[in-house]
């Protein structure tokens, strides 16, 4: 019969996965799947973290996650075996003497309780755990990195003005609600922020470590200014590319946001059915590689882009869809059940020199 370790490890090997596939699909630390391949315990945070990277993992590898637990508890039962020759050993009879003294005790103890609880002052009820208040925290420098728990807050100073960031939510995805929006992250996800809706990001976040569905252990954030190039550090040649200068609003296209300059935006999607979704990122030379992924119900996926994104969904109605950018939030919708949508998300200017960022159908 395989052992615990014995079935993750057959399992994960008979889809030719690698550990860090696996950690980058679950959110699951590396070293910590192997420790349960390996059956060592000892390095988890306490056994709640054991029993729940167990579950997600086996049921990520298709695996009867209560047949898992099942051989988790005979493993721990195990570490401590009681011997055979205890067991059976019957235990010794007591004199009868020390049974008499014992008794003679009992009722002496018995009277002296009853005696202490009624002729004792009335005790003030104890006090509640105490309960953790939401810490404040100020951004003095160009870059902060430190863990923030649900309700803490940020103020980050832009000019002369304070913006405040405050975590809402630590979930399956970490919630950041900012003066424009609410800033959605996975784990190891970044986002460049314009606080003051100016068009122009004034800083860098990045979801660095957290567990998923564990609000306790918080979130490592890292907040960055210095990452955000300043307007005047960009060319105008590179900020705004010849094919976004050059093509004004086609027939057909849906106009999600105008500016007088262009910023970089967010598509959000959070999906309700299965669906197969490619994304490249267009105009930006060292984002040119196309991503393929078999999406499933209740994941979600963001996509940051400075100038355009085209993207191919099977189902265009298996996904919400929503763009941020600006200060701004407006969902979109792709198609209908079923259909077979590819459509470009871009930067274009109009014949009026503004620019807008629309959704445009392409043939399929």
């Known amino acids: 019969m395989e052992s615990l370790g014995e079935k993750l490890r057959n399992a994960r090997k008979a889809r030719n996965l690698s550990f860090d596939q696996v950690s980058r699909e679950t959110n699951i630390a590396s070293r910590y799947l192997e420790a349960l391949e ?14 729940g990277f167990l579950r997600n993992y086996g049921a990520f590898l298709d695996l009867d996650v209560q047949e898992l637990l099942s051989l988790y508890r005979a493993f721990k039962i195990q570490e401590q075996p009681v011997p055979v ?13 020390l049974v008499a003294a014992a008794l003679v005790l009992l009722v002496l103890g018995g009277g002296g309780a009853v005696f202490f609880f009624v002729t004792r002052p009335p005790q003030a009820e104890s006090t509640a755990p105490a309960v953790r208040v939401p810490a404040e925290y100020m951004m003095s420098g160009d870059f902060l990195e430190r863990r923030f728990y649900k309700g803490d807050s940020l103020l980050v100073p832009v ?32 986002s460049d922020e314009d606080l003051n809706n100016d068009g122009i990001p004034d800083l860098h976040i990045t979801a660095a470590d957290f567990v998923k569905n564990n609000a ?12 955000v190039p300043a307007a005047a550090e960009v060319p105008p040649s590179e900020s705004i ?5 050059a093509v004004s609003v086609p027939a057909g296209a849906t106009v999600v946001f105008s500016s007088p300059n262009t910023y970089p935006f967010t598509l959000q999607s959070n999906f309700q059915g299965y669906c197969m979704f490619r994304w490249e990122i267009l105009f ?13 119900r209740s994941e979600e996926l963001n996509i940051q882009a400075q100038n355009g994104i085209r993207i191919w969904t099977s189902n265009a109605q298996a996904a919400k869809f929503q763009v941020t ?38 043939e399929t």
Do not use: C, H
């Open 241 to 245: 590319p010849d094919e976004v200068a």
């Open 325 to 362: 950018g600006g200060g701004r939030t407006v969902p979109i919708e792709l198609g209908g059940a079923g259909e077979v949508v590819v459509a470009d998300i871009r930067w274009v200017r109009d014949d009026d020199n503004r620019y807008r960022l629309i959704i445009a159908r392409l």
């Open 159 to 190: 000019g002369a003005d304070q913006y405040k960031l405050e975590l809402v939510n630590l979930e399956e995805a970490v919630s950041i609600r900012t003066p424009g929006r609410t800033l959605v992250l996975n784990l190891n996800e970044e």
């Open 216 to 227: 306790a252990m918080g979130i490592l954030l890292r907040f960055d200014i210095s990452a």
């Open 284 to 296: 930006e030379r060292d984002r040119r590689d196309r991503n393929e992924r078999y999406f499933q």
């Open 85 to 97: 020759e205890q067991l059976l050993k019957s235990p010794p009879g007591l004199p009868k003497i």
């Open 38 to 51: 390996a059956e060592d315990f000892s390095g988890f945070p306490g056994e709640p973290y054991a029993v």
